[in-house]
């Protein structure tokens, strides 16, 4: 279908993975149904993978195994990125943006780490770099904070953005399963990223995250300064005596702005199970953003797979249709600048981990012996920090001798807490370390 006689604009995918076999399926299933909304036809020209793709070969579309000859192809008007990782994707794109194309890339690590350089060259270049798919898959957030919520200072936003973690989570608290067992099946699934360790402990996240702060806040992208903590430290204890606090744990990326200056942090986090982010279960994410106008607003969906993060690929690729080719063939910038914002704030000081507030929880396996809950109790009122909640569990086995002990503590900050815990581990009867778990209220009006 062709409404118009305006030539279709042409795309070029390399990388054929999961994310970019996905993008060219959508194109090819909903072709009409993008067509209608266009008014103009979506066309993949070019196709380019370094590795062999037997199916796409056959797709009667010229297919390269050189992904440098999408960008350098004169037909291709938008250059979809799926290969991911730095090397070569940034000189990808580097060159896709000299040589006057448009950008569409899934690579949440090239954007965290070069974004502000890419970016630049875009601006200068007249040319548009999307990445929606870089955030959680298929929920548009990115469009959501620098469009449907411009009117708004944000003040903070909380999300569970990577769906790996998010589905081992799930399983160790719905059903006891074995971190690895799950971990496995979230590969299977197309879930996890080429390096697991980069969804257990929480890198992916800490991209993503540095992401949505920059466009939350106007700032430059600024990953060496989100702090990044995984799950590979949480016990299926600590998820059972959790749920005896009435809390659920989730992996969140929390980034916050106060006079004090921006928090940017991913970290195992505490949240009532009253808030419906505690509801958030397997692979899905959701993100919770404070705007001071409109107050709390949640986006959920799925936050990885091929047909969810094809949706924000192609949705890209429609927007950059839309807005930058007004007559056949010409370019024009949309004017929508890349992190929200004309101007970035470039002063706005990023508050290091240990400047932060919260609560906490610790799990403190001690000796079973007369007068310990007394000295533990001690030492944290030493440190001015107040106890909101105690269990003392029977111990498992007296043969050990052990017992934990489970404290929820009032919002203190976060280097006071260092040294009670300091404190804590140099007692004689904590003869191991302590498991701290941030805890947070997440002041919004929502809630299940
Ligand atoms: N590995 C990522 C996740 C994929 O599990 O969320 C989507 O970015």
């Known amino acids: ?81 799926t290969i991911g990782g730095f090397d070569p994707a940034r000189e990808l794109l580097r060159r896709a943006v000299a040589n006057g ?122 990953f060496d300064s989100t702090y990044t903590e995984g799950i590979s430290a949480i016990t299926i204890d600590d998820v059972k005596y959790a749920r005896e606090l009435g809390y659920v744990i989730k992996h969140l990326g929390i980034a916050r702005r106060s006079e004090r200056g921006v928090e940017m942090r991913v970290h195992p986090t505490l949240i009532s199970e009253k808030r419906l982010l505690a509801h958030v279960n397997g692979v899905m994410n959701a993100v919770l953003v404070k705007g001071n106008s409109v107050g709390a607003t949640l986006y959920y969906g799925a936050g990885a797979g091929a047909e969810a993060t094809a949706s924000s690929v192609v949705a890209d690729i429609m927007d950059i249709a839309r807005n930058s080719f007004h007559e056949a063939g010409e370019k024009t910038n949309t004017g929508l600048p890349s992190l929200a914002f004309n101007q970035l704030n470039v002063d706005l000081p990023i508050l290091p981990i240990d400047e932060i507030d919260t609560a906490y929880y610790l799990r403190i396996e001690a000796e079973d012996k007369v007068g310990v ?44 807490m260092n040294q009670a815990i300091q404190a804590l581990e140099a007692l004689q009867e904590v003869p191991g370390r302590i498991a701290r778990i941030r805890v947070e209220e997440l002041d919004s009006e929502e809630s299940q």
């Not at 111990?395 to 280097?415: F, N, Q, Y």
């Open 1 to 81: 279908m062709n409404s118009d006689k305006q030539r279709p604009i042409r795309i070029g995918i390399c990388g054929l993975g999961t994310v970019g076999g996905g993008t060219y399926r959508l194109l090819s299933e909903n072709r009409e149904e993008i067509a209608r909304r266009l008014g103009r036809e979506l066309e993949v020209c070019h196709l380019a993978s370094r590795t062999p793709k037997v199916q796409f070969r056959d797709a009667g579309i010229p297919f390269s195994s050189d992904i440098f000859a999408v960008v350098d192809d004169p037909q291709v008007d938008i250059v979809v990125e």
């Open 101 to 222: 194309k448009h950008v569409v890339t899934a690579n949440k690590a090239l954007i965290a780490l070069h974004g502000n350089e890419l970016f630049e060259l875009a601006k200068q270049n007249g040319v548009t770099i999307a990445y929606e798919s870089a955030v959680a898959g298929g929920i548009p957030i990115i469009k959501a904070l620098r469009e449907g919520l411009a009117a708004n200072a944000i003040q903070w936003l909380a999300g569970i953005i990577n769906g790996t973690g998010n589905f081992i989570l799930t399983a160790m608290d719905q059903k006891q399963r074995a971190f690895a067992d799950v971990l496995k099946e979230a590969q299977a699934l197309g879930y996890a990223e080429a390096d697991p360790t980069f969804d257990v402990e929480g890198i992916d996240a800490a991209h993503k995250l540095t992401i949505l702060a920059s466009i939350a806040f106007g700032i430059p992208l600024q």
């Open 373 to 416: 809950m007394a000295k533990i109790t001690g030492v944290l009122q030493n440190f001015e920090i107040n106890i909101e909640a105690v269990i003392q569990k029977e111990p498992e086995s007296h043969a050990t001798g052990k017992v934990p002990v489970v404290i929820l503590t009032d919002t203190v900050r976060e280097k006071q």
